[in-house]
């Protein structure tokens, strides 16, 4: 068996090049291992990784049409910041907006300044972490997979960078009006309610909890350990942050093995300037750990 994770390709040169060049074999890896990290190539700044990824010659998904609860902020049209959190806060793992109806179906990650000290990237596979949940407890897996789960978060009237949550409904929703927002939500199935100061708190329809990846994989697609561990603010409350679909609660304890099982099976991205790492969002999450000092990750996101 092949458990290569993630796949480590080494080269220099134009990355972009290499990308186009070779793009079947490396959506062959990116399917079967979920991660693939290209190290030494020649991607100096944010115009470059832009050039890599046009190159990899799939569709831009905008993170300005996302429903993405973070801060980030645009670099090139294709490329924009990580989550903009504080340095000392984790962000736990998660598929990139798996919280909301529209996320894409991978991330391109680019480590223009190494940090200083921490500042990885964990990465774990999803498949892997459901394959130890149905071994340990095959009725818990039974429940996600049957109910599926619903997620509500609080969105301020104006950005926070200072939280993992903190994108405001004018900017997650792309309205300048509560009529605007409210006709958005109402298209995608939310339920929401106006609050103090200007706030939102919504909820999503029903949204899985476990995704059919190919070739006979599943994978335990979601947010829940994100939710779990890191969706606390002035706002949120992760205790009342998610529920099954039927509204019945998820308890801590329900969580407790899944979130260790994955902290086991998870694999730190330790970043060299230049590199370049190719997610695939359905078969893998992500996070980031606390870091001291400077340190630049920029994104871009793949229909």
Excluded at 32 to 60: I, T, W
Excluded at 92 to 119: K, N, R, S
Excluded at 163 to 171: K, T, Y
Excluded at 173 to 188: F, I, K, N
Aim: proline share 5%; hydrophobic share 40%.
């Amino acid at each position: 068996m092949d458990d290569r994770f993630p796949v480590m390709v080494a080269g220099s040169g134009d990355l972009g090049a290499y990308l186009s060049a070779n793009k079947q074999a490396i959506d062959a890896e990116r399917a079967a291992h979920g991660a693939v990290l290209f190290r030494g190539f020649d991607v100096s700044d944010a115009q470059e990784f832009d050039k890599a990824v046009k190159a990899y010659g799939e569709e831009n998904f905008p993170y300005k049409d996302s429903l993405s609860n973070a801060v980030r902020v645009n670099v090139t049209e294709r490329v924009f910041t990580a989550n903009e959190a504080p340095p000392e806060t984790s962000i736990y793992l998660h598929h990139e907006m798996a919280q909301t109806p529209v996320y894409p179906a991978m991330l391109f990650f680019y480590c223009e300044v190494a940090p200083d000290e921490g500042g990885a990237t964990p990465i774990c596979r999803s498949d892997w972490v459901l394959d130890a949940m149905e071994a340990k407890n095959p009725g818990q897996v039974e429940e996600f997979a049957s109910k599926g789960v619903r997620y509500t978060n609080v969105m301020p009237g104006a950005d926070d960078a200072g939280s993992g949550q903190g994108r405001s409904w004018r900017s997650t929703l792309s309205s300048e009006t509560r009529d605007g927002a409210e006709a958005r939500l109402a298209t995608l199935g939310y339920d929401w309610e106006w609050c103090a100061e200007d706030s939102l708190r919504v909820t999503t329809p029903v949204l899985p909890a476990i995704r059919d990846v190919g070739g006979g994989r599943r994978s335990f697609f979601n947010q829940l350990i994100a939710a779990f561990r890191g969706w606390s603010d002035s706002r949120n409350d992760p205790a009342k942050s998610i529920t099954f679909g039927d509204g019945t609660p998820i308890s801590v304890e329900q969580m407790a093995d899944v979130i260790a099982i994955a902290d086991e099976l998870s694999f730190d991205i330790a970043w060299h300037a230049g590199d370049v790492a190719l997610v695939d969002n359905y078969l893998v999450m992500h996070g980031r750990r606390p870091f001291r000092g400077k340190r630049r990750v920029l994104a871009s996101l793949v229909s």
